[in-house]
């Protein structure tokens, strides 16, 4: 070949590259991504919600440990710890900056009495008089119910010539969200035995975050030894 055709083959190889289309960086911008704590990109579906690798998770629940010990440590008396790595549920799996949020927010988690819609009733079996008794608290964005059942003994003092309490047979607790363990409770009878103060103690398992709590409810026994 000689020098000139050389020098054409040439010229038209380095057209060919210069019109070469070039890759629409579009089809890059159609993922709808996010940057956690470690710099790596996570994915997200269409409803916002990140759809972590197996790497991913473990680099969350690492910063999850480290955040929890930081709110420990701010809040004094906050008995707080993650739920184990491989009882996370999918949707507890949030960035890093929500879930210091919700940690936050369970250190100040404060349980108010609730309002009964109806009037107290207290049914009357052989093995006592049962009562249930709310507390509410705010998780997340909702409120959640603490429900306390007491099953009771009455009897009659005619010192005061009124039914008062006489023993508790049992007393469980449940919460309408998360899970809550009853680790135990400490009664008082108050008030010449017409009211019962307790103290119910209780780990929550809510968001990926275990907290212990002790909650204070009282129930009342009426004249006639009716509860509330």
Same mark, same amino acid.
């Given at each position: 070949m000689n020098n000139y055709l050389k020098k054409f083959v040439a010229g038209i190889s380095l057209l060919g590259?210069? @019109? +070469?289309?070039?890759?629409?960086? #579009?089809?890059?911008a159609e993922e709808i991504t996010t940057k956690n704590v470690e710099g790596t990109s996570v994915e997200k579906d269409n409803l916002g919600q990140a759809k972590?690798?197996?790497?991913?998770?473990?680099?969350?629940?690492k910063q999850y440990v480290k955040?929890?010990?930081?709110? @420990? +440590?701010?809040?004094?008396?906050? #008995?707080?710890?993650?739920?184990?790595?491989?009882?996370f549920a999918e949707?507890?799996?949030?960035?890093?900056?929500?879930?210091?949020?919700?940690?936050?927010?369970?250190?100040n988690l404060t349980f108010v009495d609730s309002q009964e819609s109806t009037p107290s009733s207290s049914p009357i079996t052989l093995a006592g008089i049962?009562?249930?008794?709310?507390?509410?608290?705010?998780?997340?964005g909702k409120t959640v119910t603490l429900n306390v059942t007491g099953n009771f003994e009455t009897g009659?003092?005619?010192?005061?010539d009124s039914q008062v309490f006489t023993g508790i047979n049992?007393?469980?607790?449940?919460?309408?969200?998360?899970?809550?363990?009853?680790?135990?409770?400490?009664?008082?009878?108050?008030?010449?035995?017409r009211t019962y103060?307790?103290?119910?103690?209780?780990?929550l398992e809510l968001s990926g975050i275990k907290t212990n709590h002790r909650v204070y409810i009282e129930f009342y026994c009426s004249k006639s030894g009716g509860i509330s």
């Open positions: 590259l210069m @019109v +070469a289309p070039i890759a629409s960086s #579009s089809v890059f972590l690798t197996q790497e991913q998770k473990e680099a969350y629940y955040i929890i010990e930081e709110v @420990v +440590a701010e809040h004094e008396g906050v #008995s707080m710890e993650a739920v184990p790595f491989d009882q949707e507890d799996w949030v960035e890093p900056g929500e879930f210091r949020k919700r940690a936050i927010e369970r250190a049962s009562k249930t008794k709310s507390k509410n608290f705010d998780a997340d009659y003092n005619g010192n005061i049992s007393l469980t607790s449940r919460t309408t969200s998360g899970a809550w363990t009853q680790t135990g409770y400490d009664p008082e009878r108050i008030d010449g035995g103060g307790i103290t119910v103690g209780g780990r």
